[in-house]
């Protein structure tokens, strides 16, 4: 899945950038290298070629979710993601309040999406990996809860 390779990116770029920072080692410093590649790489990246399946392999990713083929709201879906893709990346100029307007909006489209899929399978059986997988809960809740937090967090430390 690509969420998870960009996930594991994130984490490694996380690192060297910590590792090579020029500035104070704060928290408020680690947090916004982690706010930072997290925002970039979960919304912006992953929803941007989310975008893109949902537009050029409509039909394969309504099979793997467990949909029906050919539906117009594929298209729909897709421009929510990339407009979620270029937020994401408008992330690295954009900060502060710009940050959490994409992490709130991260957060509303993913745990709504997460109920969404959860009441799929319980009201139609559909445990299609796309629909049920456990990168589908990893994904649409705890990425969001992650990123909503350390974004308010790292907003709430007060340099010195």
């Known amino acids: 899945m690509l969420w998870m390779s960009c996930f594991v990116l994130a984490a490694i770029l996380i690192l060297i950038n910590i590792a090579f920072t020029k500035k104070e080692r704060s928290a408020k410093t680690i947090l916004g290298i982690i706010n930072l590649y997290l925002l970039v790489m979960m919304a912006g990246v992953v929803c941007i070629f989310a975008a893109w399946a949902h537009i ?3 039909d394969e990713i309504a099979r793997m979710i467990g949909w029906p083929t050919g539906s117009p709201f594929q298209f729909e ?3 929510m993601n990339l407009a979620l893709g270029v937020l994401g990346v408008l992330c690295i100029w954009f900060r502060g309040d710009f940050w ?8 509303v489209l993913f745990l709504g999406c997460a109920y969404g899929h959860l009441r799929s399978a319980i009201v139609s059986h559909d445990y299609a990996p796309y629909n049920a997988g456990l990168g589908i809960w990893f994904y649409d809740v705890i990425i969001p809860i992650l990123i909503l937090t350390l974004v308010i967090v790292h907003r709430s430390i007060r340099e010195r």
């Open 56 to 58: 050029f392999r409509a």
């Open 77 to 79: 879906v897709a421009m």
């Open 100 to 107: 959490l307007a994409t992490a709130i909006n991260m957060s």
